[in-house]
C-alpha cells in the first residue's frame, strides 16, 4: 500500500512537522512518501503531481490557512484517482468533523487530535480487516452515514519516533525553517485559542529534544523555530535549553513563543549576560492591555511584569522581540484598542504584529460569538467582522493601520525616521499610522506595488499636506534612513536638494586630507579621496543630526548645521558604516 502525506504550507521555505511525526511513527510498516507544497501553487499543478504518484491513501495536514485550498484539491483528487483512500487530520478538521465530513463529500477519513497513533491504526485496517469502528480518534463513512468513533488516549511523547532523522531533508535543512516541538498542550485557558481545549502540558525527554537538536543543527539548519504555545513555562527545563542551545547554536538562529509575565528575573539575566546577540527570537502574545477584556477571555496577565521581562530583553541588546495584538476581543472598542497599541508600541519591539480575531472552531469565544453580537466569515481564516462595541467600520480603519505598520514598521525601513515623527510630530505611534494608513487608501496606493523609493515619497507626500513642527529634521532622518537602507550606494535619490558636484567633491576631499576629523572605525579604512568619491555619499543638514538622535533640545538642534556622511565600503555585516559632524569643522 502506498501512502503520500501531504501539506500545503504557507510558503516554501516552511516545512511541515506533522506529516514527518506520521511518517516516522508509520514508515516502517508502511511505503510513506511526503510530498509538500505551497496554498500558492496552482490547484491542478499540486494534482497532477499526485495523480502520477498513483498513492492508494493520500493524507492531508489541514489548518486554518490551507484548509480551503487543500478542499480543492481534494475534490479534484476524488474524481480522477477515485478508488484513492483520502485522510484529512489536523487542528482545523479535529472540531466540528460532523461538519467537515458533510461539507467535503470526497474526504474519506478524517483523524483528529494526535495523529501518529490513530493514523497509524487506520493504515492497518485499511490494508487488513477494515474494522474502522475500532479506530478510536477516527471519523469514517459507512453507506451515506458518517461515524464518529470516540477519541483516542493522548500519546505518551516519548514513545513517539523522531521526525527529525530523514535522510532525505537534509539538502535542504539551510534553505527552510525547521519547526520542532519540546511539548505539547498548554497550561492557559485563553478563550480564543485552540490550545485552550487540550488541557495540561506534555514534554519530551529533554536528552532526546537535545540529541535532536544537534543532529539539525551539525547537518546545516539555520533557522528552527519552537512550536511548544509557551516553551517558559517549565523554568528548568527552559533554562536547561537556553544554556545548551547557547553552548550548540553554531549561527544557528532559534525563535520561541514565550509568555513574557512569567519569565523569572534569574533567567533574564543569564539570557542577558551569556545569549550571542541574534541567536534568539523571541514572540509575545500580548494580545491586550484592557483588563476587562483579558479577564472575560480568561487570559491571565501581568502587564507590569510583562513590561519588565520586555524592556529588560531590550536593554541587554541581544534578542529580537516580536509582540502580537489581537484586534476585536470582546469589550475591546477602537479607542481602548488605541490605548493597548500605544501601551505595546511602547515597548520597543522590533516588529509588533496587529492581527484580527479569527473565531476558530472548538474555541470557547466562538461558542459565545451570539452573547458579544460577533460577525465573522463562514470559511477559514473566520475572521470577524464586528461586535457589539466594534463596528465593521472601524476594522477596516484598523486593516489600513496594518498595512502601513507592516510596510513600514516592522520592514525596518526608516526607524530613525518613524521614531522622531511619532515622538514629536504625532500624538502616538497610533495616530501616526492610523493617519497615515487613511490617506494610503485615500490615494488608492494599496492597489500598485511599490519600490523603496516609492515608499519614501508616499511617506513625504503624507507629510506634505500636514503643517510639521520640524521639517527640516523630517526630510534629513528620511535622507539618513534612505542610505542606510542601502547596501550599496544608491543610484536613484527622490529629493531635489541634493549637493552639486563640486560642493560633493569638496566636502570628500577635506575628509580624505584630514583623517583625524573621522571616527576612529572610518578612519582605520584608509580611505583615500577617490574612494570616498566611489563608497561615500554625503549631505548637508540644516540641523545637528547626532542632537536629534540623542533626544536633545530641538530649537539647540536647530542652531547648527552638520554634515551627514554614509560610507558603503564593505564591512562585516555588510551594512553602511555613517557619521556626522558639524558643517562649520568640514
Known amino acids: 500500500m502506498k501512502v503520500i502525506l501531504t501539506t500545503l504550507n504557507a510558503k516554501y521555505i516552511h516545512t511541515s512537522l506533522a506529516i514527518r511525526l506520521l511518517k516516522a511513527y508509520s514508515g516502517n510498516d508502511f511505503d510513506i512518501e511526503l510530498a509538500e507544497y505551497t496554498i500558492k501553487d496552482p490547484t491542478m499543478n499540486i494534482v497532477s503531481d499526485l495523480f502520477q504518484r498513483r498513492p492508494d491513501v493520500i493524507g492531508f495536514s489541514c489548518y486554518i490557512?490551507?484548509?480551503?485550498?487543500?478542499?480543492?484539491?481534494?475534490?479534484?483528487?476524488?474524481?480522477?484517482?477515485?478508488?484513492?483512500?483520502?485522510?484529512?487530520?489536523?487542528p482545523e478538521v479535529s472540531y466540528d468533523t460532523q461538519y467537515w465530513m458533510e461539507r467535503v463529500k470526497s474526504v474519506d477519513f478524517i483523524v483528529m487530535g494526535d495523529g501518529e497513533e490513530t493514523f497509524h491504526h487506520l493504515l492497518q485496517e485499511l490494508s487488513g480487516d477494515r474494522k474502522f469502528h475500532y479506530v478510536f480518534g477516527t471519523a469514517y463513512r459507512k453507506g451515506d452515514?458518517?461515524?464518529?468513533?470516540?477519541?483516542?488516549?493522548?500519546?505518551?511523547?516519548?514513545?513517539?519516533?523522531?521526525?527529525?532523522?530523514?535522510?532525505?531533508?537534509?539538502?535542504?535543512?539551510?534553505?527552510?525553517?525547521?519547526?520542532?516541538?519540546?511539548?505539547?498542550?498548554?497550561?492557559?485557558?485563553?478563550?480564543?485559542?485552540?490550545?485552550?481545549?487540550?488541557?495540561?502540558v506534555r514534554y519530551?525527554?529533554?536528552?532526546?529534544?537535545?540529541?535532536?537538536?544537534?543532529?539539525?543543527?551539525d547537518n546545516g539548519a539555520k533557522i528552527i523555530k519552537f512550536l511548544d504555545r509557551t516553551f517558559n513555562i517549565n523554568r528548568s527545563y527552559a533554562m536547561e535549553m537556553f544554556e545548551f542551545l547557547i553552548e550548540n547554536h553554531r549561527g544557528c538562529v532559534f525563535q520561541f513563543e514565550i509568555?513574557?509575565?512569567i519569565m523569572r528575573p534569574e533567567v533574564l539575566d543569564y539570557l542577558a549576560e551569556n545569549a550571542p546577540p541574534g541567536i534568539f527570537r523571541f514572540e509575545i502574545g500580548?494580545?491586550?492591555?484592557?483588563?476587562?477584556?483579558?479577564?472575560?477571555?480568561?487570559?491571565?496577565?501581568?502587564?507590569?511584569?510583562?513590561?519588565?521581562?520586555?524592556?529588560?530583553?531590550?536593554?541587554?541588546?541581544?534578542?529580537?522581540?516580536?509582540l502580537d495584538l489581537i484586534a476585536g476581543l470582546p469589550l475591546e472598542d477602537y479607542a481602548t484598542f488605541r490605548k493597548t497599541f500605544n501601551d505595546v508600541f511602547a515597548l520597543g519591539p522590533e516588529?509588533?504584529?496587529?492581527?484580527?480575531?479569527k473565531m476558530l472552531r472548538g474555541t470557547g469565544l466562538r461558542n459565545d460569538a451570539a452573547k458579544y453580537n460577533y460577525t465573522y466569515m463562514e470559511h477559514a481564516p473566520y475572521e470577524m467582522l464586528s461586535n457589539d462595541v466594534l463596528s465593521f467600520a472601524d476594522i477596516v480603519r484598523l486593516k489600513r493601520l496594518e498595512d502601513v505598520l507592516e510596510k513600514y514598521w516592522n520592514a525596518h525601513r526608516m526607524d530613525y525616521t518613524l521614531n522622531y515623527l511619532m515622538k514629536v510630530e504625532f500624538d502616538s505611534p497610533f495616530d501616526f499610522f492610523q493617519e497615515f494608513g487613511d490617506y494610503w487608501e485615500e490615494q488608492g496606493w494599496q492597489r500598485i506595488g511599490h519600490q523603496l523609493e516609492d515608499l519614501f515619497l508616499r511617506l513625504d507626500e503624507f507629510l506634505g499636506q500636514r503643517t510639521l513642527k520640524t521639517p527640516d529634521i523630517v526630510l534629513g532622518l528620511m535622507k539618513l534612513d534612505y542610505f542606510l537602507g542601502h547596501k550599496y550606494k544608491p543610484r536613484k535619490i527622490?529629493?531635489?536638494?541634493?549637493?552639486?558636484?563640486?560642493?560633493?567633491?569638496?566636502h570628500l576631499n577635506r575628509l580624505a586630507e584630514l583623517p583625524e576629523e573621522l571616527p576612529t572605525h572610518i578612519a582605520e579604512l584608509k580611505l583615500n579621496e577617490r574612494e570616498l568619491q566611489k563608497f561615500a555619499v554625503v549631505e548637508e543638514l540644516p540641523f545637528l543630526l547626532e542632537d536629534v538622535l540623542q533626544g536633545k533640545e530641538l530649537s539647540a538642534a536647530s542652531s547648527e548645521s552638520s554634515l551627514l556622511v554614509v560610507l558603503y565600503q564593505q564591512t562585516e555585516d555588510e551594512k553602511p558604516l555613517y557619521f556626522s559632524q558639524p558643517l562649520a569643522k568640514v
Open 494 to 506: 527622490w529629493w531635489d536638494d541634493r549637493l552639486g558636484k563640486d560642493q560633493r567633491g569638496s
Open 259 to 261: 509568555t513574557a509575565d
Open 286 to 322: 500580548v494580545q491586550s492591555t484592557n483588563d476587562p477584556t483579558n479577564e472575560l477571555v480568561k487570559r491571565r496577565q501581568n502587564f507590569t511584569k510583562l513590561t519588565r521581562t520586555v524592556t529588560k530583553i531590550k536593554n541587554s541588546g541581544k534578542i529580537d522581540q516580536h
Open 204 to 217: 519530551y525527554d529533554i536528552e532526546r529534544v537535545k540529541s535532536d537538536l544537534l543532529y539539525l543543527i
Open 351 to 357: 516588529e509588533l504584529q496587529l492581527g484580527f480575531l
Open 65 to 90: 490557512w490551507n484548509i480551503e485550498e487543500t478542499i480543492r484539491v481534494v475534490d479534484i483528487l476524488k474524481k480522477v484517482l477515485p478508488e484513492t483512500t483520502i485522510v484529512l487530520g489536523g
Open 145 to 200: 452515514e458518517v461515524i464518529i468513533n470516540p477519541g483516542r488516549p493522548k500519546s505518551d511523547l516519548n514513545t513517539l519516533p523522531s521526525p527529525h532523522r530523514f535522510p532525505e531533508d537534509i539538502p535542504d535543512l539551510s534553505k527552510r525553517i525547521v519547526y520542532f516541538e519540546t511539548s505539547r498542550g498548554c497550561p492557559f485557558s485563553c478563550q480564543f485559542c485552540l490550545s485552550s481545549i487540550e488541557v495540561g
